[in-house]
């Protein structure tokens, strides 16, 4: 009896297929920039969060002045507010973006199958037609909508962190890994030696380079939280 089952399709190498979904995106340009507005919102409160705590407990409790606690506590909560309302704003937004796009999408695939002719369904198996209306047009949703959204919240957020290398140098994200697999290993620039004196002018590293053996060059230790070391990281993207 002849084997039936459908063979595993080769994994992806690439995400230019994506672009086929530019024509479907395009019909919800308003709801798309309503969408970068709340994720660059959210974001920037995000990282406002820690800031206004440090506010809070330097400037505020160790006083101990009510009025001075009170002023950057409110703050605070304003900062913990807007990334709340905005997080959800955006997470709705995506959400309701991939539903449409895969909507319309469902309609036109199932427009364009219904017009087939009958020798096509003499040589594509029939639960080949289903995957396609189904299992493949999730898979697109995901990526359409939370995934993209996750996916821009995290680039948005590692950019401009201060990170300690295993070198004992500090140095700062300039931009994500180009392939997602490696999202921990961003490319970065050195602002200060292994002794901590900073540097003006330091190299540039892209932490996916490999030496001869395959072994990583450069690691990152941990992260560094910027007031700690009293680094103004934004001038380095100037």
Known sequence: MADLSIPDRPKARSLRPLRALWPYLRRYRGTILLALLALLTASAAMLALPVALRYLIDEGMSTGSTETVNRYFIAFLAAAGAFGIFAALRFY??????????????SDVYSR?????????EVTRTGEVLSRLTADTTLVQSIAGVNLSITLRSTIT???????????ELAVVLKPA???????????????????????????????EKDETGDFLHNIIRLIDNTEYKFDTSKYFV
Do not use: C, Y
């Open 93 to 106: 937004l995506v959400t309701w973006l991939g539903e449409r796009v895969i909507a319309d999408l469902r």
């Open 113 to 121: 199958v219904i017009r087939m002719d009958p020798t096509f369904f």
């Open 158 to 168: 590692i950019i401009g962190s201060l990170v300690m290398l295993d070198t004992n």
């Open 178 to 208: 180009a392939d997602k697999a490696d999202a921990e290993r961003p490319f970065v620039r050195v602002i200060t030696d292994p002794q901590g004196d900073s540097i003006d002018h330091g190299r540039e590293i892209d932490l996916t």
